[in-house]
T-cell receptor
Framework: GAVVSQHPSRVICKSGTSVKIECRSL??????MFWYRQFPKQSLMLMATSNEGSKATYEQGVEKDKFLINHASLTLSTLTVTSAHPEDSSFYICSASPRFREETQYFGPGTRLLVL | SQQGEEDPQALSIQEGENATMNCSYK?????LQWYRQNSGRGLVHLIL?????REKHSGRLRVTLDTSKKSSSLLITASRAADTASYFCATPPGGTSYGKLTFGQGTILTVHP
């Protein structure tokens, strides 16, 4: 089956620093990747849609200058949380849709971010 | 209310019993998907049901879709302790078959051995 990886799986950082999270599709090409955020015991909320070779599309209320998304290749998208603050602490999950089979999304294992 | 609301929010059953979770949505859909999430992990795709389908099976899973009521249900038969997880329904944007998903609030299922 299709596999999506995320790195790191867990990160603790100091307030004010930036954190980069990678999302990779390991065995398929993904024209589109999605970034979600999940607070404890809550559902997933879409943050942005990442398209290879173009600018990401952000959902309403998501600051694009704070959550920088780069989709440089068909297998890699990165989310950078800039100047992180404690309220950015959350579980970040990416998903990827295989080229030509966009109905199905495969999710990464998630990245737990804790900002102190 | 947002697309994909589910009930119950939490369900606790004994191993061997059946578990039924419901999902309601607001706008028209092309398909509806169910996912499972183990604690602290990513999501696993369980099943996709299209708007022209009424029922779909996959192993111990049975999904129904009632487009007239804008609702879907997920039935897990003969539950096991390993089925303990959160279950979410999700839909792509109205009228499309793929794209960003809107998730329901989820049902936390606990299966006691």
């Amino acid at each position: 089956g299709a596999v999506v990886s995320q790195h790191p799986s867990r990160v603790i950082c100091k307030s004010g620093t930036s954190v980069k999270i990678e999302c990779r599709s390991l065995d398929f090409q993904a024209t589109t990747m999605f970034w979600y955020r999940q607070f404890p015991k809550q559902s997933l909320m879409l943050m942005a849609t990442s398209n290879e070779g173009s600018k990401a599309t952000y959902e309403q209320g998501v600051e694009k200058d704070k959550f920088l998304i780069n989709h440089a290749s068909l297998t890699l998208s990165t989310l950078t949380v800039t100047s992180a603050h404690p309220e950015d602490s959350s579980f970040y999950i990416c998903s990827a849709s295989p080229r030509f089979r966009e109905e199905t999304q495969y999710f990464g294992p998630g990245t737990r971010l804790l900002v102190l | 209310s947002q697309q994909g609301e589910e009930d119950p929010q939490a369900l606790s059953i004994q191993e061997g019993e059946n578990a039924t979770m419901n999902c309601s949505y607001k706008t028209s859909i092309n398909n509806l998907q169910w996912y499972r999430q183990n604690s602290g992990r990513g999501l696993v795709h369980l099943i996709l049901i299209r708007s022209n389908e009424r029922e779909k099976h996959s192993g111990r899973l049975r999904v129904t879709l009632d487009t007239s009521k804008k609702s879907s249900s997920l039935l897990i038969t003969a539950s096991r302790a390993a089925d303990t997880a959160s279950y979410f329904c999700a839909t792509p944007p109205g009228g499309t078959s793929y794209g960003k998903l809107t998730f329901g609030q989820g049902t936390i299922l606990t299966v006691h051995p």
